[in-house]
Nanobody, 125 residues
Framework: QVQLVESGGEWVQPGGSLRLSCRFS????????MAWYRQAASKDREGVAG??????FVTDPVRGRANISIDAAKNTLYLEITNAKIEDTGMYVC????????????????????WGQGTQVTVSS
């Protein structure tokens, strides 16, 4: 059973930085298939960043401001966002393990097998 526990959510001012962590257990991989999503109030969940087949990527809303990384020794997935914007506010959730043939399919369909509970990020002045 894979377990994902997010942390690091906080209140930051616009222009500030934040670093989110997702500690995982029970997940053995040769190439990790993991991602970060966020959901603002009254909006659909949207993909923020992912790791697929050794490739790291971020989506347009955070491009140039965000970085996703993984520390295999610590079993932890990270998301760093700089120059935070009000529209970055939301519940950030990490996801892992994909039963599709291609990891990117799970990112596009939001169909990872395991999801964390989330950590809240608020960007306001």
């Amino acid at each position: 059973q894979v377990q994902l526990v997010e942390s690091g959510g906080e209140w930051v001012q616009p222009g500030g930085s934040l670093r989110l962590s997702c500690r995982f257990s029970g997940y053995s991989y040769s190439r990790p298939c993991m991602a970060w999503y966020r959901q603002a109030a009254s909006k659909d969940r949207e993909g923020v960043a992912g790791i697929s087949s050794g490739h790291h990527f971020v989506t347009d809303p955070v491009r140039g401001r965000a970085n996703i990384s993984i520390d295999a020794a610590k079993n932890t997935l990270y998301l760093e966002i700089t120059n935070a914007k009000i529209e970055d506010t939301g519940m950030y959730v990490c996801a892992a393990v994909c039963s599709e043939l291609i990891c990117n399919t799970c990112f596009r369909l939001k169909s990872y097998d395991y999801w964390g509970q989330g950590t809240q990020v608020t960007v306001s002045s």
